[in-house]
């Protein structure tokens, strides 16, 4: 089974696929990571600034790969801000019944109330560089995310009171139906 987690820039998606990873034991790819590898080899003239631009470019790249690990019948966490609203139109029903996807947003009012742990977080997991992100910025992109989930049926947790890591990935687990993947050891049935 692949597990898409999208939506807006700096809501947690890394920390929530670490999260993942470490209960199902099942590894992620953070689409952030492929970006810079096409950036520093070349392959792209898209700039780190480019996050609309590098979606819709690296998405049949991400396409591929999806449907590899579903062919392999692996499983693997993808996530990243790059994935599409559309990106059921990239797979056959086949794929798609191993294919899951969850976008995260954080409402308005949370924002503007924990920006600054939201910005204080941001190399929890990466460590990034030079990376204080804009408010106004965060709150237009998690709109915009909502607004596609709803358009596209996708299903989305909106973080409006308190950023429970456990909270949030149990949630998580329970959207994708993943807990047929955790034993009573805690591991993987795949692995």
Same mark, same amino acid.
């Given at each position: ?37 096409? !950036? ?25 790969? !999806? ?125």
């Amino acid at each position: 089974m692949v597990y898409l987690i999208g939506g807006s820039s700096h809501v947690g998606k890394t920390l929530l696929a670490q999260k993942l990873m470490e209960r199902l034991k099942i590894p992620y790819l953070s689409l952030d990571h492929l970006k810079m590898g096409f !950036i520093r080899t070349g392959m792209t003239e898209h700039t780190v600034n480019d996050d609309y631009k590098m979606r819709y470019w690296m998405w049949p790249f991400v396409a591929e790969l !999806i449907k590899t690990v579903c062919e392999n019948d692996q499983s693997l966490i993808i996530e990243g801000c790059y994935i599409p609203s559309e990106w059921r139109e990239s797979f056959s029903p086949e794929y798609l019944a191993k294919i899951r996807c969850v976008f995260i947003v954080m409402s308005e009012d949370y924002l503007r109330t924990n920006f600054d742990s939201v910005a204080g977080k941001a190399s929890a997991i990466e460590h990034r560089i030079d990376d204080r992100p804009d408010l106004e910025r965060l709150i237009t992109c998690s709109v915009e995310f909502k607004n596609e989930a709803e358009r596209h049926g996708i299903p989305y947790i909106e973080i409006s009171d308190s950023f429970d890591l456990e909270k949030l990935a149990d949630e998580l687990i329970s959207i994708f139906g993943a807990e047929k993947h955790i034993k009573g050891d805690g591991l993987n049935e795949n692995a």
